[in-house]
Every structure is written in structure tokens, then in C-alpha cells.
């Protein structure tokens, strides 16, 4: 019976993993229509979120069956539940990379950014593939110690949002109300993206230890 269970949590976080993949993915091709003023790029990737949904769903459909067939207790249901939790970060990944598609889509045919912050945006982005990528490696391999790492792009992740308003609060600022609402907004989405990435870490670490990750590193 146990055997059964850590097989189907396995496959689950498989799933989960598949789920971030596809969350980086959104975010670069966001990333690049953002950059590009690209509406085809931005339309590709409102239209594919209907994959996430349907991956959402079914990750939540196995975490029912493994609660209701194997009636897990302890650190068994502690897989269970932080299963769960995951499924609705990586799907908020999901939503966080169509925002900024469809910001690219609401302003096309011009760019959506000034020139002077191109260069954060395209690093944030780069940042955030990162960290999904890495997200899904540590739910694959179940590693704590590289699930702690991801909060160091996440502090790279922060620094890039703060720098941000420095650009926006210049006095040399020409471009409006608007363009700046828009800075704003897309900072924010980038830095959710991380900070979900570095929940699943936080989950990870604890589906693998049951300590949080503090508990961890101070054992570790």
C-alpha cells in the first residue's frame, strides 16, 4: 500500500513539475511579446492557458484520489497536502505570466515599456524562467537543499523590483501616468512569479523533511 502511494505522489509531482515548466515557458514567451510588442507571441500565450487549467485540474484529481484510496497519515499526508499547495502557486504562475500578455496585447502595436527599463524586464524574465525551471527540478528530485536555493534569484528577483521604482520615482521621467502604471503593474507580476517559484521550494522542504526551511538549515 505504501509502495502504491509514494508511486502515485511520484506521478504527482511529475505533474507539478510538468506545470511549472509550462508556467516558465508562458512567462518567456510573455516576456518576449512584452519586449517585442509581438501580438502574436502575446495570443499564443492567453490561448495556451487553457493547458494549465486542464493540468490544474488533474494534478487536484490525483491529490483527491490519493487522499480518498490511500488514506495517508502523518508524513505521508503531509505529501498530500502540500501537494495541494502547490498546484495553486503553479497555476497563479500561470496567471501572473497571462497578465503579462495581456498587457503586451492591450498596448499593442506600441511596446508597453519605455526603452529605459527593457534591460530589468528582460533580466526579471530571464530570473523568473529560472526559477520555474529550478521549481520543478527540486519536486522531481525532492531535494531540500536545492529547494532552499531558490530564494537567492528570488533576493535577485526583489533587488530587480526595487531598482525599478528608483526609474520610475527620476524626475527625468517623461513618459506619463500610464506607462508608469504599467511598470508598476508588470514589476508586481514578476515579482509574484518568485515568489510563488520560492513557495514550492518552501513546500518541497517540507514534503521531504517536515521541518520548514529555516528548521531545516539550522539542522543541516
Known sequence: MRT???EQLDALNTILGDMCELAGAAMSRAT??????DLSVAESVITDNDRMSE???RAEEQAFALLALQAPVAGDLRGVVSAFQIVADVDRMGALALHVAKVARRRHPAKALPE???GYFAEMGRLAV???HNAREVLETQDPEAAVHLQEDDDAMDDLHRHLFTVLMDREWSHGV???VDVTLLGRYYERFADHAVLIGRRVVFQATGKT???FQQVS
Do not use: D, G, I
Open 178 to 180: 500610464a506607462a508608469a
Open 130 to 132: 529560472k526559477l520555474a
Open 4 to 6: 502504491a502511494y509514494h
Open 55 to 57: 493540468m490544474s485540474a
Open 32 to 37: 518576449q511579446a512584452l519586449l517585442q510588442a
Open 116 to 118: 529605459e527599463v527593457n
Open 213 to 215: 526551511p529555516e528548521q
